[in-house]
């Protein structure tokens, strides 16, 4: 019998008082694979991995985690945790609480080279309080792995981190990934969820709206985009283009033409750009981004 | 350039044996407590504070015997309190509150090993608080009588009874709350409960009702053994398991982990 995949989760529903969070929401999570939940602020991501973890009962629908309940004993060592925030006493010292983490397995990553990994070794002795935000998110994350566990759970594990961080923080995904470890993260930067998922679940309202790998979801279609000077006159340009076309100018002197962006198409556009006097600048072609089709499923008001 | 030290993260997922993961975190929570500046004024400079202060003035008219032989069972008393209850709530609470405890859930710590492990803390910082405070006694000229068993006993069903209430505030209030709390409960029990104030100074009225605080069932316990010799306190150490019963039963039943 093959092994069940790290997440199934099906029709699962977890309300609070009168609101809902997660409102039937279905999703299976393969064995070995990144997994990104994304979705905006209260779409209900952090409930759903919450479950998960066994943190909190859930109302209706079931979940299984490496094929057992979310709450089983037996997981605990087989799974490693990252919350959003805290988890660790304002007094604890990193290496300490490392060190304890990993005392609580059998066979952990030795702490000291993790801590160097992740750039900790110099603040071993720091109060967890006194760490930067940064730090602090970077030793949630150590303590996460510290077990060497099968499936990990790594909720927003790069906000607040500077550039330098985020992209330690990738790299060691992609090395869990290449070891064999399921991860499912939650994140609602699109470029995270582009280059570090296999799998990318969108999530809003708490049911899932879209999945699929990255290119699934972003398509085949192409765009095209250049700078010019603001006001020029579209309504020629499209009428230039073939049928189906469409041109907008957002924000001003940004232009995006959109439609079966063929090589005809671009000398059209570059031989109006002549005719017109206009030079376009960063002129390019370039497929739609996760963020496109996120803005057009979740909509693009603010969420409270 | 910085090399990069390779990790083996392949899957090796297995939690450590029971007894260990509790050692570890008792040690872990007992260096927490002694590195805590406030943690350790509370258990043992107030205690050894006020039993120095008493002891060597005559600020407080004790009554007939040597000051100390009257102080040092209170003492006592209150070092068991300040560490089974005040210590143990405040610092609690605020694991609660910072999403502590529900982290330690999400490992293969049970929750049994680390109420264990809180038990373990406490009884051991009690161990060295009862070593100093017994020092400091002795060098102030205390003569303990009675048997060392009963008055063991009477710390432990103390500590039970303070561990149940200070865990059942932790474990139900905000960890603000319990910070207040906990504190004025100390000062409370420690002006109303016979620590250094006998209770004959109390008026008559109030007396009945003073008796039955734990903290002055303990007090009166211990200075029944060590003070006047007796065998089995029977009263106060009744009073003390009802407490420690009804402080473990409520907590068990309240207590919320995040």
């Given at each position: 019998m093959a092994a069940p995949p790290a997440l199934e989760i099906t029709g699962l529903v977890k309300r609070y008082g009168p609101a809902t969070a997660v409102d039937g929401l279905t999703l299976t999570a393969a064995r070995g694979e990144v997994t990104a939940l994304l979705g905006p602020n209260g779409a209900g991501k952090t409930s759903t991995i919450e479950i998960c973890e066994g943190f909190r009962p859930h109302d209706a629908g079931t979940v299984r985690v490496l094929g057992l309940a979310p709450r089983d004993r037996a997981l605990k060592p087989r799974i490693g945790v990252m919350p959003q925030t805290g988890g660790v006493p304002g007094t604890a010292r990193a290496g300490e609480f490392l060190r304890l983490m990993a005392s609580f397995h059998r066979d952990p990553l030795d702490p000291a080279a993790l801590m160097e990994r992740l750039g900790l070794t110099a603040h071993a002795r720091t109060p967890y309080r006194r760490m930067s935000g940064g730090q602090q998110q970077r030793l949630s994350l150590a303590a996460a792995l510290v077990g060497r566990p099968e499936l990990v759970f790594l909720d927003e594990p790069?906000?607040?981190?500077?550039?330098?961080?985020?992209?330690?923080?990738?790299?060691?995904?992609?090395?869990?990934?290449?070891?064999?470890?399921?991860?499912?993260l939650t994140t609602h930067f699109m470029d995270e969820a582009e280059q570090l998922a296999d799998h990318v679940v969108i999530v809003d309202h708490g049911r899932v709206v879209a999945e699929g790998s990255p290119a699934e979801l972003t398509?085949?279609?192409?765009q095209l985009r250049f700078r010019a000077r603001p006001g020029l006159g579209l309504d020629e340009l499209v009428g230039a283009l073939p049928v189906g076309s469409a041109a907008?100018?957002?924000?001003?002197?940004?232009?995006?033409?959109?439609?079966?962006?063929?090589?005809?198409?671009?000398?059209?556009?570059t031989a109006w750009c002549a005719a017109h006097g206009v030079l376009a600048e960063d002129l390019r072609i370039e497929r739609r981004t996760l963020e496109d089709v996120f803005l057009e499923l979740t909509g693009r008001e603010l969420r409270g | 350039m910085t090399t990069k030290s390779v990790l083996d993260l392949t899957p090796r997922p297995a939690a450590a044996p029971l007894p260990a993961m509790v050692a570890a975190q008792t040690a872990y929570e007992v260096k927490g407590v002694l590195r805590n500046g406030e943690q350790l004024l509370l258990t043992l400079i107030i205690p050894v504070f006020l039993l120095v202060l008493f002891s060597v003035t005559s600020l407080l008219d004790l009554g007939a015997g040597a000051r100390v032989d009257f102080l040092t069972p209170g003492i006592i008393a209150l070092a068991v309190m300040s560490t089974a209850f005040t210590s143990q709530a405040i610092g609690t609470g605020f694991e609660r509150r910072y999403g502590v405890l529900k982290r330690l859930g999400a490992t293969p710590l049970p929750r049994s090993g680390l109420i264990l492990a809180k038990t373990l803390t406490v009884v051991l910082i009690e161990l060295l608080q009862v070593a100093v405070i017994t020092a400091v006694a002795l060098a102030l000229g205390w003569s303990p009588a009675g048997n060392p068993a009963a008055a063991l006993l009477a710390v432990l069903l103390g500590t039970a009874a303070f561990s149940g209430f200070g865990l059942l505030m932790a474990g139900t209030l905000r960890a603000e709350a319990t910070l207040a709390a906990a504190n004025l409960v100390y000062i409370l029990l420690l002006l109303l409960g016979g620590v250094v104030f006998p209770l004959s100074k109390f008026p008559e009225a109030l007396r009945p009702v003073l008796e039955y605080l734990p903290i002055t069932a303990l007090t009166e316990a211990l200075r029944a053994v060590l003070a006047d010799g007796a065998a089995l306190p029977g009263r106060e150490l009744l009073v003390l398991a009802v407490w420690a019963v009804a402080g473990l039963a409520l907590a068990a039943r309240f207590f919320r982990w995040e």
């Open positions: 790069t906000a607040g981190l500077d550039p330098q961080a985020r992209h330690a923080t990738w790299e060691l995904v992609g090395e869990l990934r290449a070891a064999g470890v399921s991860v499912l398509g085949a279609e192409r907008k100018e957002s924000p001003a002197g940004h232009y995006l033409v959109e439609g079966d962006v063929r090589p005809e198409l671009l000398a059209t556009v | -």
